[in-house]
Nanobody, 125 residues
Framework: QVQLVESGGGLVQAGGSLRLSCAASGRAFSYYTMGWFRQAPGKDREFVAAISRNGGRTDYANSVKGRFTISRDNTKNTVYLQMNSLKPEDTAVYYC??????????????????WGQGTQVTVSS
């Protein structure tokens, strides 16, 4: 089990940028595939991005491709989500998640084992 703590959320105007961070506990961070998901009020949790163990492979939802960048620093046990050109429809609680099997880049929330508490991102128009 790994504990995850997100930070970096906030209120931003449309077109602005935010960088989310997710700090993980434990020594095996580099073995985990990491993902970012989001959930807007009244909607299901949806996949945003995922990154492989060594950061060499990434995957993005079509809605954020070209605007968001996922990265990780295994020396700091941290995964990041750089969000640029933000839109009001990006407003949601953003969660990071760890896939402890770590073999492939999963878009299904049920494939992830541990979750952070979430950080709110609000984009005003």
């Amino acid at each position: 089990q790994v504990q995850l703590v997100e930070s970096g959320g906030g209120l931003v105007q449309a077109g602005g940028s935010l960088r989310l961070s997710c700090a993980a506990s434990g020594r095996a961070f580099s073995y985990y595939t990491m993902g970012w998901f989001r959930q807007a009020p009244g909607k299901d949790r949806e996949f945003v991005a995922a990154i492989s163990r060594n950061g060499g492979r990434t995957d993005y939802a079509n809605s954020v491709k070209g605007r968001f960048t996922i990265s990780r620093d295994n020396t700091k046990n941290t995964v990041y989500l750089q969000m640029n050109s933000l839109k009001p429809e990006d407003t949601a609680v953003y969660y990071c998640a760890a896939d402890l099997l770590g073999g492939s880049l999963e878009r299904r929330a049920e494939a992830y084992d541990d979750w952070g508490q979430g950080t709110q991102v609000t984009v005003s128009s």
